[in-house]
């Protein structure tokens, strides 16, 4: 059974700084999703990631395959990045239907 | 906009009582998912389907039931509420059953209290 742990589980920043999360996961995966969702809200998808890096605007996602670990980083943060940041995986033997395995989160505060 | 749509938002239900989550998709993804997100746990996943007409058990089913009558619809219904089921429920569709191709799609969540 694949498990998914991140760090850290809070996080306080002031604005500006460069924010790292990590996520690790114990078994082979197809794929590892990074999440953002805003407090009383929905979950909105970011990055799905197999292999290497991604970029969108101020946030990167990379994946190093070999060690099993994924970190999202957020250039120049900014108080509208407050949120939890949540990783997923799936399963490389997913076929009738996917099973994502979550983390727990990071809760993201960032300071004016 | 395309998405998931989840209805109710919020509900207070009396122990005992039953009620249906209705997940509407627009995107015509064949897989949908029901998750409950609970303080200190990461999502876990009650229900799923991989097409119309089917359904299958997740990690944590028991206490409910669900039905997938048409593709764009995902109904999570509580037969009889307790209170372990106080949650917040996410619905989720996918077109692909990893989220290998266009990732996954949530709804905003529908906050339940029974009391």
């Known amino acids: 059974k694949n498990e998914v742990e991140q760090s850290p589980q809070n996080l306080t920043a002031q604005e500006g700084e460069f924010i790292t999360i990590n996520c690790s996961y114990s078994?082979?995966?197809?794929?590892l999703h990074w999440l953002q969702q805003h407090p009383g809200g929905g979950i909105v998808s970011l990055f799905m990631?197999?292999?290497g890096k991604k970029k969108h605007g101020r946030l990167i996602a990379t994946i190093n395959i070999q060690e099993k670990h994924s970190s999202l980083h957020i250039t120049a943060s900014h108080p509208r990045d407050s949120a939890v940041y949540i990783c997923?995986?799936?399963?490389?033997?997913?076929?009738?239907?996917?099973?994502?395995?979550f983390g727990e989160g990071t809760q993201l505060t960032v300071n004016p | 906009n395309a998405g998931v749509t989840q209805t109710p938002k919020f509900r207070v239900l009396k122990t005992g009582q039953s009620m249906t989550l209705l997940c509407a998709q627009d995107?015509?993804?064949?897989?949908m998912y029901w998750y409950r997100q609970d303080p200190g746990m990461g999502l876990r996943l009650i229900h799923y389907?991989?097409?119309?007409?089917?359904?299958a058990k997740g990690e944590v089913p028991d206490g409910y039931n669900v039905s997938r009558l048409k593709k764009q619809n995902f109904l999570l219904g509580l037969e009889s509420a307790a209170p372990s089921q106080t949650s917040v429920y996410f619905c989720?569709?996918?077109?692909?059953?990893?989220?290998?191709?266009?990732?996954?799609?949530f709804g905003s969540g529908t906050r339940l209290t029974v009391v």
């Open positions: 389907s991989v097409g119309e007409g089917t359904t």
């Open positions: 078994v082979g995966i197809s794929a």
């Open positions: 989720a569709s996918s077109y692909s059953p990893t989220g290998a191709k266009y990732g996954y799609t």
């Open positions: 990631l197999s292999s």
């Open positions: 997923a995986s799936t399963g490389v033997r997913e076929t009738s239907g996917s099973r994502l395995t």
């Open positions: 995107m015509n993804h064949e897989y």
